[in-house]
């Protein structure tokens, strides 16, 4: 395995030979990606490197501060690729690992249904094999960024006459044809980042089935447990280069475009960082209660940022407790936001309820108390971590359930 010393020559190097900010985001990260340092971590045969997640930091330091343009990864696509990576055939590796990574293919998620979120395995989404043909019809819901994406990851059920989490497929579907519909949802925070997809007689290629027939529950759940996984990253490493150029314009237009429907994200981590500072500047810091629940605040957030670490480097040490991790990581995050929301109203009083130029931050106190909600409950609500813990961690006895035997015949509504 090459030392750190090694890594920063080699990337060094190909860096200096290959980083021009002339080039078009598309031909930087064909460059990027053929040359293994799209993502490191991945097998060699495909684009990557075989290199350890140190190894990859390693990579992705000397990326920041030489002003490298990453490979694409905002949306659904590390789901996508992650779980192609983990369960797809080697052809379907071949076929759509490249475009996620250059950013030529925006991916999705179709899981959640109006009457399957929690209970994800009671989906009722149907897939039919026909004419030698997946044939889909259904309805799905929530799905971020759906109105702009090349593919979605699909749950499907393929069989009825079984117990339900044996029936369920798992598909790549193409969402440029005819029978997939999209229609945008507006939240009440006023953003319109998710949508509804309607699927009538919409067509996947039998290629395109993860994993067999009926085993898509499994592959489902290694999705999951990267969405889990990923609350909560951030980089503070600085960019050394003035970032000039076709590339950084090309690169700043696809950043605003597809962090569009997540422009509302930082406030439903309850903005913990806008805390002291709004408490200093409304005098509200004099007041005891107030400090005490800004201390609670900021030691919840730390303590999270610690449980998130030591998770981390226990996944990184070969432990594979990733799915409990992700439900401890993402439970905390719930807290933290509720916290944040409740330490902005004690700040901004009433005025925490009002939006428009003049109102507290801007209307960005009003935007947190209404987009706080959406952290319990995106990705696996927290009663649904609470069970997970509780059963996978704990080792308390499973929830009671009444839904056994085919699926055909269980009760749902
Ligand atoms: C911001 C946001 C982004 C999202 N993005 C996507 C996306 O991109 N793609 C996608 O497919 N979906 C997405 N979702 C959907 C999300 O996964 C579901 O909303 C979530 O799983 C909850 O399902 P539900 O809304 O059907 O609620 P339900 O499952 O109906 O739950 C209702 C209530 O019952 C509780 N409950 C349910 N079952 C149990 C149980 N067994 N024990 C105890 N309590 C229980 C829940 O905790 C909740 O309080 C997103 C949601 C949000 C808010």
């Known amino acids: 395995m090459p030392s750190r010393e090694e890594i920063i020559e080699e990337a060094g190097a190909w860096l200096e030979e290959n980083l021009d900010p002339n ?23 495909y684009w990557g490197r075989g290199y350890t997640t140190e190894e990859t930091n390693v990579v992705t330091s000397l990326f920041i501060r030489k002003g490298a343009v990453p490979a694409a990864s905002a949306g659904s696509r590390n789901l996508a690729a992650e779980t192609i990576l983990a369960c797809g055939t080697d052809d379907q590796k071949k076929r759509f690992l490249r475009g996620i990574l250059t950013g030529e293919d925006f991916w999705c998620q179709l899981f959640s249904e109006p009457g399957s979120g929690s209970d994800l395995a009671g989906l009722t989404t149907k897939a ?4 030698g043909k997946w044939v889909i019809n259904g309805q799905k819901v929530w799905n971020t960024s759906a109105h702009h994406a090349d593919w979605g990851i699909l749950v499907a059920r393929t069989n009825w006459d079984v117990p339900k989490h044996q029936g369920i ?3 790549l579907i193409n969402m440029h044809q005819p029978g997939v519909e999209v229609r945008p949802l507006r ?4 953003h319109a980042s998710f949508n509804e997809v309607f699927l009538t007689d919409a067509i996947v290629e039998p290629e395109n089935l993860v994993g067999a027939e009926g085993e898509g529950w499994a592959v489902a759940k290694t999705t999951l447990s990267y969405e889990r996984g990923g609350f909560g990253t951030v980089s503070d490493i600085e960019c050394e280069v003035e970032k000039k150029g076709r590339l950084y314009d090309e690169y700043d237009e696809e950043m605003r475009e597809a962090n569009e429907p997540y422009v509302w994200y930082p406030q439903r981590q309850g903005r913990v960082d806008l805390a002291v500072p709004r408490a200093q500047a409304t005098g509200t810091i004099k007041d005891g209660a107030v400090r005490q629940e800004v201390a609670r605040l900021i030691s919840m957030k730390r303590g999270a940022e610690l449980a998130a670490r030591a998770a981390k480097a226990k996944v990184r040490s070969g432990s594979n407790e990733i799915v409990s991790a992700g439900s401890i990581g993402k439970l905390a995050s719930s807290f933290v936001a509720r916290q944040g929301a409740k330490v902005h109203t004690m700040i901004s009083g009433a005025d925490s309820l009002l939006k ?10 009003a935007e947190i108390l209404v987009s706080v909600p959406a952290i319990s409950i995106a990705g696996g ?10 059963e996978r961690v704990l080792g308390m006895p499973k929830e009671m359930r009444a839904d056994t035997g085919p699926f055909r015949d269980i009760k749902r509504n």
């Open 23 to 45: 080039l078009s985001l598309v031909e930087w990260r064909s460059r990027l990606v053929d040359g293994g340092w799209g993502s490191p971590r991945w097998p060699k045969e």
């Open 356 to 365: 428009g130029e003049d109102s507290a931050e801007q209307g960005v106190i």
């Open 169 to 171: 497929s798992y598909f």
């Open 128 to 131: 039919e094999f026909k004419d």
């Open 381 to 390: 609500t927290d009663e649904i971590q609470k069970n997970i813990i509780s």
């Open 187 to 190: 939240q009440m925070n006023d």
